[in-house]
């Protein structure tokens, strides 16, 4: 996707003030996190293994036009949980809706180490819950 870049003269910029709000998350962001949540937790029982389209994978079943929003979702769910989803190829169903199929990795840096998770062990184990 090319992005067009406009010159203009900054005089005649409106005045931007407001800085922008964080976003919300609305109780199908929370319910998607806690899917998310759940895999993590999962995966990371498990040692973190490779992919396996068999095992340790989340899937939803949506329309064609709520895939890309769904997988945003998703994606932020990622962010907030420290892992990354990876997605399988899209399927479509007899009735024309898509299944979009994923699994969570550790997130890493640019050193390809896991980024830091309060929520996980020295070796990658779910800590218990606090009591």
Request: aromatic residues 6%; without cysteine.
């Amino acid at each position: 996707m090319a992005i067009t870049l406009h010159t203009e003269p900054v005089e005649t910029l409106p005045e931007q003030t407001d800085l922008v709000e964080g976003r919300y998350r609305d109780e199908f962001q929370l319910a998607v996190d806690k899917d998310v949540q759940t895999l993590k937790t999962a995966t990371a029982k498990a040692g973190w293994p490779d992919p396996d389209p068999r095992r340790r994978f989340h899937r939803y079943v949506v329309g064609a036009d709520d895939k890309g929003a769904l997988k945003a979702v998703i994606r932020r769910a990622g962010t907030l949980l420290k892992v990354e989803p990876q997605f399988y190829k899209d399927a479509k169903t007899e009735a024309g809706h898509i299944v979009v199929k994923f699994h969570v990795a550790r997130k890493v840096d640019k050193d390809g180490k896991p980024v830091e998770d309060d929520t996980l062990d020295k070796d990658g184990k779910p800590k218990p819950a606090a009591k």
